[in-house]
């Protein structure tokens, strides 16, 4: 956390906002208090809570009792939580509500009549579920800024919140509204130095040229230098060579940035070096949107697959005790892969490839067409699963739409799915799986696929999910395949499956590291949270 997020109960009674939610409501709680059960009273909060249902349940299931303008000690602090709240939701990446709170606290001072407090009370309680909302399931519609985005965003119950803020300690309530996962606080600490060197000028001067590599030397080298000291990969020196200790450097930044780490700064790796602080800070701040998107229960075993590092982990109480290498879609608006979360229940060793409709139709059929002997390694099946012979069939007369049969590769070595597939069955016709082509793996970029997940390592990744459930998971795994035979094999325990896209997060060391937006879909939620109020600090770096 933030030095300035949550002071202790003894500076919050010395802060300034503290002393105004206090004080600056003028008679609050006094003579107001009398009539705040009156029917002005209680007409107001009925007519300002209409606008949210959440509030308007709330009040009406708790016959409008004033939950902010009592006049005791627990509204009080109430108020001044609240007010705090919203003054550092900036911290969050969040829009500035600073304007919020002032207007808030400018309504408390002007209420006179039991009315005024009427509608203080339902301004007071808007305010605090929309900001709670906000902050526990993020502020944007996913699904609403690119259809690649199809994760669905939780819903906030407001009127269970208001119970919670009701019925607890306010000052601790808000803090435990947090997002807990580490991943967020990391997130946040981490967009604290972001501002910090932002507000210092940042990395300092860009790198000049195309390629520096061990041995160069000059004024570019001594400017790479420059930059891998501000940014934390090397310790100050006076050499202008690039030797070895710069090397090093350049492919410990390069192993940070999901770059191919051979310790030479060519066009890619200075693109990344040369990036400004805020760059970095946009894709914090997305990161932490992306966070509050994310089901708090991610379970004790999950898979995490993300695709902007193109890896895949099972993750066992929060440590990842399995990675590989992964290639995800294509970047192509049919083959981008979606971000979901679901849960896998079964792998299928020695695996069929049922080819997806959208293959059949826009791949196979226009070669069919020119030769019915094309793509002869898929078989054609007609509506019961009978192969169909080539030979009889004039498959000219079929359109996309007319086209009668389904196809199918049947298991092998070269099937398309390889030796084994893992299935989480969802909507998207999206599973993990091995493949033939292994040499898309040692590409930097892997983004490859009609949508699915390829896996570096798959029989590795299935000993693992199995070792909970067999003595010898590896026999297990072979004694299946070797027998040639098309299996599915159910999991005794079913892992959840997390499909993110996250271009910043901070590893288990406790170092940031970047990734490049494959997609471009961070691009476009950066434009919606701009338009929705979050802005970065007016600072240079």
Same mark, same amino acid.
């Given at each position: 956390?933030?030095?300035?997020?949550?002071?202790?109960?003894?500076?919050?009674?010395?802060?300034?906002?503290?002393?105004?939610?206090?004080?600056?409501?003028?008679?609050?709680?006094?003579?107001?208090?009398?009539?705040?059960?009156?029917?002005?009273?209680?007409?107001?909060?009925?007519?300002?809570?209409?606008?949210?249902?959440?509030?308007?349940?709330?009040?009406?299931?708790?016959?409008?009792?004033?939950?902010?303008?009592?006049?005791?000690?627990?509204?009080?602090?109430?108020?001044?939580?609240?007010?705090?709240?919203?003054?550092?939701?900036?911290?969050?990446?969040?829009?500035?509500?600073?304007?919020?709170?002032?207007?808030?606290?400018?309504?408390?001072?002007?209420?006179?009549?039991?009315?005024?407090?009427?509608?203080?009370?339902?301004?007071?309680?808007?305010?605090?579920?929309?900001?709670?909302?906000?902050?526990?399931?993020?502020?944007?519609?996913?699904?609403?800024?690119?259809?690649?985005?199809?994760?669905?965003?939780?819903?906030?119950?407001?009127?269970?919140?208001?119970? %919670?803020?009701?019925?607890?300690?306010?000052?601790?309530?808000?803090?435990?509204?947090?997002?807990?996962?580490?991943?967020?606080?990391?997130?946040?600490?981490?967009?604290?130095?972001?501002?910090?060197?932002?507000?210092?000028?940042?990395?300092?001067?860009?790198?000049? %040229?195309?390629?520096?590599?061990?041995?160069?030397?000059?004024?570019?080298?001594?400017?790479?230098?420059?930059?891998?000291?501000?940014?934390?990969?090397?310790?100050?020196?006076?050499?202008?060579?690039?030797?070895?200790?710069?090397?090093?450097?350049?492919?410990?930044?390069?192993?940070?940035?999901?770059?191919?780490?051979?310790?030479?700064?060519?066009? %890619?790796?200075?693109?990344?070096?040369?990036?400004?602080?805020?760059?970095?800070?946009?894709?914090?701040?997305?990161?932490?949107?992306?966070?509050?998107?994310?089901?708090?229960?991610?379970?004790?075993?999950?898979?995490?697959?993300?695709?902007?590092?193109?890896?895949?982990?099972?993750?066992?109480?929060?440590?990842?005790?399995?990675?590989?290498?992964?290639?995800? %879609?294509?970047?192509?608006?049919?083959?981008?892969?979606?971000?979901?979360?679901?849960?896998?229940?079964?792998?299928?060793?020695?695996?069929?490839?049922?080819?997806?409709?959208?293959?059949?139709?826009?791949?196979?059929?226009?070669?069919?067409?020119?030769?019915?002997?094309?793509?002869?390694?898929?078989?054609?099946?007609?509506?019961?699963?009978?192969?169909?012979?080539?030979?009889?069939?004039?498959?000219?007369?079929?359109?996309?739409?007319?086209?009668?049969?389904?196809?199918?590769?049947?298991?092998?070595?070269?099937?398309?799915?390889?030796?084994?597939?893992?299935?989480?069955?969802?909507?998207?016709?999206?599973?993990?799986?091995?493949?033939?082509?292994?040499?898309?793996?040692?590409?930097?970029?892997?983004?490859?696929?009609?949508?699915?997940?390829?896996?570096?390592?798959?029989?590795?990744?299935?000993?693992?999910?199995?070792?909970?459930?067999?003595?010898?998971?590896?026999?297990?795994?072979?004694?299946?395949?070797?027998?040639?035979?098309?299996?599915?094999?159910?999991?005794?325990?079913?892992?959840?499956?997390?499909?993110?896209?996250?271009?910043?997060?901070?590893?288990?060391?406790?170092?940031?590291?970047?990734?490049?937006?494959?997609?471009?879909?961070?691009?476009?939620?950066?434009?919606?949270?701009?338009?929705?109020?979050?802005?970065?600090?007016?600072?240079?770096?």
């Amino acid at each position: 956390m933030t030095k300035t997020l949550f002071p202790s109960r003894a500076s919050r009674l010395k802060c300034g906002l503290f002393a105004l939610a206090l004080s600056g409501v003028g008679s609050l709680g006094l003579a107001p208090m009398a009539s705040a059960q009156s029917t002005a009273f209680r007409q107001a909060v009925a007519e300002q809570a209409s606008v949210n249902d959440a509030v308007a349940q709330f009040y009406r299931e708790n016959t409008y009792a004033a939950l902010w303008t009592a006049g005791d000690e627990a509204a009080s602090l109430r108020r001044a939580a609240l007010l705090r709240a919203l003054e550092e939701a900036s911290a969050h990446g969040l829009p500035d509500q600073s304007g919020k709170a002032a207007a808030l606290v400018e309504q408390m001072r002007a209420a006179r009549t039991a009315r005024d407090f009427g509608q203080v009370e339902a301004a007071l309680s808007t305010a605090f579920v929309n900001y709670a909302a906000m902050l526990q399931t993020g502020l944007l519609k996913p699904s609403s800024i690119d259809d690649g985005m199809v994760r669905k965003r939780r819903d906030s119950d407001g009127a269970a919140l208001l119970v %919670g803020m009701r019925d607890n300690q306010p000052f601790a309530y808000l803090r435990n509204l947090i997002p807990a996962s580490p991943q967020y606080r990391a997130l946040m600490r981490e967009k604290l130095r972001l501002e910090q060197l932002m507000a210092a000028g940042g990395w300092g001067p860009t790198v000049p %040229g195309k390629k520096l590599q061990p041995g160069d030397q000059g004024s570019q080298v001594v400017a790479l230098r420059n930059r891998l000291v501000a940014l934390g990969y090397m310790t100050r020196s006076a050499t202008a060579l690039y030797d070895r200790e710069m090397e090093q450097a350049v492919e410990r930044f390069q192993s940070d940035h999901g770059l191919e780490v051979d310790g030479v700064a060519g066009g %890619g790796t200075l693109k990344e070096i040369n990036r400004p602080v805020r760059d970095r800070l946009k894709s914090v701040i997305i990161a932490m949107e992306r966070e509050r998107w994310l089901t708090p229960e991610r379970g004790e075993r999950h898979i995490l697959v993300n695709q902007t590092d193109f890896t895949a982990k099972i993750v066992d109480n929060g440590d990842v005790t399995f990675e590989t290498r992964s290639v995800i %879609g294509k970047n192509q608006s049919d083959r981008r892969s979606p971000e979901f979360s679901d849960v896998m229940e079964h792998m299928v060793i020695n695996p069929s490839w049922y080819v997806p409709r959208s293959i059949i139709t826009k791949e196979y059929l226009p070669k069919l067409r020119n030769n019915p002997n094309a793509v002869g390694h898929i078989q054609i099946t007609d509506s019961r699963g009978r192969v169909v012979n080539r030979g009889s069939v004039d498959f000219s007369q079929f359109t996309a739409r007319s086209f009668p049969y389904a196809m199918r590769q049947p298991p092998s070595r070269s099937n398309a799915l390889g030796l084994v597939k893992f299935m989480f069955p969802n909507k998207y016709n999206i599973y993990l799986h091995d493949t033939p082509q292994k040499s898309l793996f040692k590409r930097e970029v892997r983004a490859f696929s009609h949508g699915c997940i390829r896996l570096a390592q798959p029989f590795e990744f299935a000993y693992a999910l199995l070792a909970r459930q067999t003595e010898n998971p590896k026999d297990f795994f072979h004694r299946i395949l070797n027998s040639g035979k098309e299996t599915k094999v159910e999991l005794d325990q079913k892992v959840p499956v997390h499909i993110i896209y996250r271009t910043a997060y901070v590893s288990n060391k406790g170092r940031a590291e970047f990734r490049r937006d494959v997609y471009g879909r961070d691009a476009k939620v950066w434009a919606a949270l701009e338009r929705a109020g979050v802005a970065l600090p007016d600072l240079q770096g």
